[in-house]
T-cell receptor, first 115, second 116 residues
Framework: AAGVIQSPRHLIKEKRETATLKCYPI?????VYWYQQGPGQDPQFLIS???????DKGSIPDRFSAQQFSDYHSELNMSSLELGDSALYFC????FGGGLGNTIYFGEGSWLTVV | AQSVSQHNHHVILSEAASLELGCNYS??????LFWYVQYPGQHLQLLLK??????LVKGIKGFEAEFIKSKFSFNLRKPSVQWSDTAEYFC??????????????FGKGTHLIIQP
């Protein structure tokens, strides 16, 4: 069965550069979530989208932005990268608005290393 | 590679019943263990976590979990559930090898429905 696809899986950038992570949700899923997990830390919720609109916002830095496109894929744009942005970025998708049964599926994550 | 197995995909309980959700993991090294909850329409929230020390971990909202290393288990428990506990629960493991983390692996989740 199709899963949540994230790309790239690994990315190395220098400080002050820009990075873009992509997330392709499971077909027919209309909600996308982004999480950041720093080394040895808990995943932190960044932002979510439902039907291409931002639905919830967590601890996303102002240097980051994200959007969901008409085909429901999402991109996380990170500018002016800092060493502390080095982390594993998870994307997840689900069907929203269905009440219970709103199973969330996670991608395998994108490793970002800032040097 | 690390993996997480949650035994029950759907659990239905009545209010005031006791809860235990099973979680087993597979990893050859040191692990950090987590339970997350997702309420309908919301994002993941951390219930509790185990890094080291006392294997009985207490979290928010009356939840607790016990790490049993010999069984590779980290079951979630609550003595008396409430209707508001209706949600999806995820067990997750974060392996630690060498100097870095292997990333977080989640189980497939358990739908918990509490009937009034």
């Amino acid at each position: 069965a199709a899963g949540v696809i994230q790309s790239p899986r690994h990315l190395i950038k220098e400080k002050r550069e820009t990075a873009t992570l992509k997330c392709y949700p499971i077909p027919r899923h209309d909600t996308v979530y982004w999480y950041q997990q720093g080394p040895g830390q808990d995943p932190q919720f960044l932002i979510s989208f439902y039907e291409k609109m931002q639905s919830d916002k967590g601890s996303i830095p102002d240097r980051f932005s994200a959007q969901q496109f008409s085909d429901y894929h999402s991109e996380l744009n990170m500018s002016s990268l800092e060493l502390g942005d080095s982390a594993l970025y998870f994307c997840a998708s689900s069907v929203f608005g269905g009440g219970l049964g709103n199973t969330i599926y996670f991608g395998e994550g994108s490793w970002l290393t800032v040097v | 590679a690390q993996s997480v197995s949650q035994h029950n995909h759907h659990v239905i309980l009545s209010e005031a019943a006791s809860l235990e959700l099973g979680c087993n993991y597979s990893y050859g090294g040191t692990v950090n263990l987590f339970w997350y909850v997702q309420y309908p329409g919301q994002h993941l929230q951390l219930l509790l976590k185990y890094f080291s020390g006392d294997p009985l971990v207490k979290g928010i909202k009356g939840f607790e979990a016990e790490f049993i290393k010999s069984k590779f288990s980290f079951n979630l428990r609550k003595p008396s559930v409430q209707w508001s506990d209706t949600a999806e629960y995820f067990c997750a493991v974060n392996g630690r090898s060498g100097g870095g983390a292997d990333g977080l692996t989640f189980g497939k989740g358990t739908h918990l429905i509490i009937q009034p």
